[in-house]
């Protein structure tokens, strides 16, 4: 045997172990492992790292990481520094609750104000759900103190998403989701939410009477403004399609509250930390939200952490109604100084970096180069808020019917066969998840975006004869 049938005879059997070692994984995870939200997977991708926009499977295989995982890791993957300041915390104090207090944990809550453009008390809990368990229950409860604890309803939106958790999952506008689940939490009720592709109230974008922001004042009356505390709207609906509101809902949304005596709830948890090209999705509106909930982009998801951030004007009501008037709610991880460092270097690297500025650039360029998708039969519209983008495929666009689950599904697949990650959203409705999105790491390069360009028009190309 000579040198070089001795390096393929090494080369095949290094192969011959990884192969063994993934199988075995496999079987273990088939075994044991419960994944998210998937119907039953016997084959999942296990991805063994990341670097930047990108994640590697066990086979070596390359993916850009298009949707960011669960639009989360806005700094990318792999950052050391990261890391280093988790080591870092969790050597000096890896816990302590936030029943006291500790240094991270009143670092990033400063810092947070100075991101949020305003004066806000916040509360650290783990997940985007808990943080809008927690707007929920400080709305409720900030009422009761006013004398006025018969407002306890939610208005929130059809298609919106805001969590798993009984609360969260009512509040959320997507009837699968919630379907064997039911009864959640009481109190929400939802109205149509501003698509203008397909207007609910038959409108034409740009010549309307913005009906859509009308209707959460119609429902606060109909359900009686005496018994709602509160309105919940993400900046723009994410999660259920790429929904971009006209420049003028938002705004006319704080009109309606105040004049209620309702609250503004904003859920940030995937508009926020730079995703929308502003700090925060609500400031590309000029608004000012009673409580503002957070999460992913918060750590770019390197540990979780989420905040419930609530006007200074809220908290003060709280401390004035006197004995008893604290919040009655506690978890144990939420706040963890672990995290809270890792958030504090996770904002030093946004701000470090431009990524807020890099996210608007992102989504102009993105926006600007697909353009030619929309001469593809099945793309009937994109859709972008900063470097969150929706493309969403019909079957014909003058009837704008859904495009079939097999078209959407073979896309996805053809982007993954070259390297490509994106997402499937919209409504749970069964024909209604239609819309592709993307929201890549806002530190991706030149050369990635390239390539998530390249990557769609190749495949749309392919697909229905587009090209640049
Ligand atoms: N709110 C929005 C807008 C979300 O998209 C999500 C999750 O995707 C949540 C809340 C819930 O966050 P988590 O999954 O961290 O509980």
Same mark, same amino acid.
């Given at each position: 045997?000579?040198?070089?049938?001795?390096?393929?005879?090494?080369?095949?059997?290094?192969?011959?172990?990884?192969?063994?070692?993934?199988?075995?994984?496999?079987?273990?995870?088939?075994?044991?492992?419960?994944?998210?939200?998937?119907?039953?997977?016997?084959?999942?991708?296990?991805?063994?790292?990341?670097?930047?926009?990108?994640?590697?499977?066990?086979?070596?295989?390359?993916?850009?990481?298009?949707?960011?995982?669960?639009?989360?890791?806005?700094?990318?993957?792999?950052?050391?520094?990261?890391?280093?300041?988790?080591?870092?915390?969790?050597?000096?104090?890896?816990?302590?609750?936030?029943?006291?207090?500790?240094?991270?944990?009143?670092?990033?809550?400063?810092?947070?104000?100075?991101?949020?453009?305003?004066?806000?008390?916040?509360?650290?809990?783990?997940?985007?759900?808990?943080?809008?368990?927690?707007?929920?229950?400080?709305?409720?409860?900030?009422?009761?103190?006013?004398?006025?604890?018969?407002?306890?309803?939610?208005?929130?939106?059809?298609?919106?998403?805001?969590?798993?958790?009984?609360?969260?999952?009512?509040?959320?506008?997507?009837?699968?989701?919630?379907?064997?689940?039911?009864?959640?939490?009481?109190?929400?009720?939802?109205?149509?939410?501003?698509?203008?592709?397909?207007?609910?109230?038959?409108?034409?974008?740009?010549?309307?009477?913005?009906?859509?922001?009308?209707?959460?004042?119609?429902?606060?009356?109909?359900?009686?403004?005496?018994?709602?505390?509160?309105?919940?709207?993400?900046?723009?609906?994410?999660?259920?399609?790429?929904?971009?509101?006209?420049?003028?809902?938002?705004?006319?949304?704080?009109?309606?509250?105040?004049?209620?005596?309702?609250? +503004?709830?904003?859920?940030?948890?995937?508009?926020?930390?730079?995703?929308?090209?502003?700090?925060?999705?609500?400031?590309?509106?000029?608004?000012?939200?009673?409580?503002?909930?957070?999460?992913?982009?918060?750590?770019?998801?390197?540990?979780?952490?989420?905040?419930?951030?609530?006007?200074?004007?809220?908290?003060?009501?709280?401390?004035?109604?006197?004995?008893?008037?604290?919040?009655?709610?506690?978890?144990?991880?939420?706040?963890?100084?672990?995290?809270?460092?890792?958030?504090?270097?996770?904002?030093?690297?946004?701000?470090?970096?431009?990524?807020?500025?890099?996210?608007?650039?992102?989504?102009?360029?993105?926006?600007?180069?697909?353009?030619? +998708?929309?001469?593809?039969?099945?793309?009937?519209?994109?859709?972008?808020?900063?470097?969150?983008?929706?493309?969403? +495929?019909?079957?014909?666009?003058?009837?704008?019917?859904?495009?079939?689950?097999?078209?959407?599904?073979?896309?996805?697949?053809?982007?993954?066969?070259?390297?490509?990650?994106?997402?499937?959203?919209?409504?749970?409705?069964?024909?209604?998840?239609?819309?592709?999105?993307?929201?890549?790491?806002?530190?991706?390069?030149?050369?990635?975006?390239?390539?998530?360009?390249?990557?769609?028009?190749?495949?749309?190309?392919?697909?229905?004869?587009?090209?640049?």
């Amino acid at each position: 045997m000579d040198i070089h049938e001795a390096m393929d005879e090494e080369a095949k059997h290094a192969a011959m172990q990884a192969d063994e070692l993934k199988e075995a994984l496999l079987e273990k995870d088939r075994a044991y492992l419960w994944h998210h939200i998937t119907p039953h997977n016997d084959h999942p991708m296990i991805v063994a790292s990341g670097e930047g926009s990108w994640i590697t499977d066990m086979d070596g295989n390359r993916y850009l990481d298009g949707m960011s995982g669960l639009w989360c890791v806005n700094v990318g993957h792999g950052r050391k520094e990261i890391a280093e300041a988790a080591a870092v915390q969790m050597t000096t104090l890896a816990y302590s609750p936030l029943i006291q207090s500790h240094v991270p944990g009143i670092e990033l809550a400063a810092k947070l104000n100075d991101w949020l453009e305003g004066e806000y008390r916040i509360f650290f809990s783990n997940s985007g759900s808990d943080a809008n368990e927690v707007a929920f229950k400080i709305a409720r409860q900030a009422f009761h103190q006013r004398g006025k604890a018969t407002k306890h309803k939610f208005i929130s939106r059809h298609r919106a998403y805001h969590g798993n958790s009984m609360g969260a999952l009512g509040a959320t506008g997507q009837a699968q989701r919630k379907l064997k689940y039911e009864p959640l939490g009481v109190g929400f009720s939802h109205v149509p939410p501003p698509y203008c592709y397909r207007c609910p109230f038959g409108q034409t974008s740009g010549a309307c009477e913005l009906q859509c922001a009308q209707a959460y004042e119609d429902a606060i009356i109909w359900e009686g403004s005496d018994s709602v505390a509160g309105i919940i709207v993400e900046p723009v609906i994410t999660g259920g399609g790429m929904l971009v509101p006209p420049d003028s809902y938002l705004p006319k949304l704080r009109e309606i509250c105040d004049k209620h005596d309702v609250l +503004l709830i904003v859920d940030e948890v995937i508009c926020g930390f730079g995703r929308s090209g502003q700090k925060f999705g609500h400031h590309n509106f000029g608004v000012r939200p009673d409580i503002v909930t957070m999460a992913k982009g918060l750590t770019s998801a390197y540990s979780p952490l989420s905040a419930t951030a609530v006007s200074a004007e809220l908290y003060e009501s709280f401390k004035e109604s006197g004995p008893d008037s604290h919040f009655r709610h506690v978890n144990t991880f939420g706040g963890n100084p672990v995290s809270c460092a890792v958030a504090l270097k996770n904002l030093e690297i946004i701000e470090r970096e431009g990524l807020v500025e890099r996210s608007a650039l992102i989504g102009r360029r993105m926006r600007s180069r697909m353009k030619p +998708l929309l001469r593809h039969p099945n793309v009937g519209e994109i859709r972008c808020f900063g470097s969150a983008i929706g493309i969403e +495929l019909v079957e014909d666009k003058e009837t704008k019917h859904p495009a079939s689950a097999t078209l959407v599904a073979g896309i996805i697949a053809d982007c993954k066969a070259r390297g490509l990650l994106i997402g499937k959203n919209g409504d749970t409705v069964p024909g209604f998840m239609n819309i592709l999105t993307l929201s890549p790491p806002l530190s991706s390069t030149d050369e990635d975006i390239a390539f998530i360009i390249d990557t769609l028009l190749a495949v749309f190309g392919a697909a229905g004869g587009t090209s640049e």
